[in-house]
């Protein structure tokens, strides 16, 4: 009878400790992307990135229609340039390309650089009201629903209603 009820509490005790366990494993998502985009300081943050990626595309418009112009004189004047001056001008063609092939690359990394420097705070501030939700509401784990496909997600686990509350966002 003693060995009974030692086997009976020890029983009881684990599922006691297992429905413990899963209390603490709780599990929520939410759409990040949808949340920064309704966050109202992500206007200004794009207009800034649009603005600097728009001293770019001048600088290389301004280069590419140098390049137009002396391939157009070139193809023009080609027949009855000499063999050095044609050499000459096919090398300023090709420098003026590759320069603007350096150009888009350096301008890429720019404004990939900055893009980054921008979008940092709000990534930061999405991500503290997340923390803070998902610690108030006792979640464990919080999975970027825009970043993975869920296959089953009750609606009560999706905090982006409670961290656009917790922002002051509609």
């Known amino acids: 009878m003693k060995r009974l009820f030692k086997v009976a509490l020890v029983a009881g005790f684990m599922l006691?400790?297992?429905?413990?366990?899963k209390a603490q494993t709780k599990i929520g998502h939410i759409n990040f992307n949808q949340l920064i985009e309704a966050m109202p300081e992500l206007k200004p943050v794009q207009t800034q990135l649009q603005a600097y990626q728009k001293t770019f595309m001048d600088?290389?418009?301004?280069?590419?229609?140098?390049?137009?112009?002396?391939?157009?004189?070139?193809?023009?004047?080609?027949a009855t340039m000499t063999d050095?001056?044609?050499?000459?001008?096919?090398?300023?063609?090709?420098?003026?390309?590759?320069?603007?092939?350096?150009?888009?690359?350096?301008?890429?990394?720019?404004?990939?650089?900055?893009?980054?420097?921008?979008?940092?705070?709000?990534?930061?501030?999405?991500r503290a009201a997340v923390t803070a939700v998902a610690k108030e509401k006792g979640y464990a784990y919080v999975i970027d629903s825009g970043q993975t496909e869920l296959i089953v997600s009750p609606a009560g686990d999706d905090l982006l209603p409670s961290v656009k509350l917790k922002l002051g966002l509609k």
């Open 16 to 21: 006691l400790t297992a429905g413990f366990a």
């Open 84 to 126: 050095a001056t044609r050499t000459a001008t096919e090398t300023e063609l090709a420098d003026i390309n590759k320069r603007i092939q350096d150009f888009q690359n350096t301008a890429q990394q720019q404004v990939q650089a900055k893009s980054s420097e921008l979008y940092k705070p709000l990534g930061d501030k999405a």
């Open 59 to 78: 600088q290389l418009q301004t280069m590419s229609t140098e390049l137009q112009t002396k391939g157009a004189a070139y193809q023009k004047n080609s």
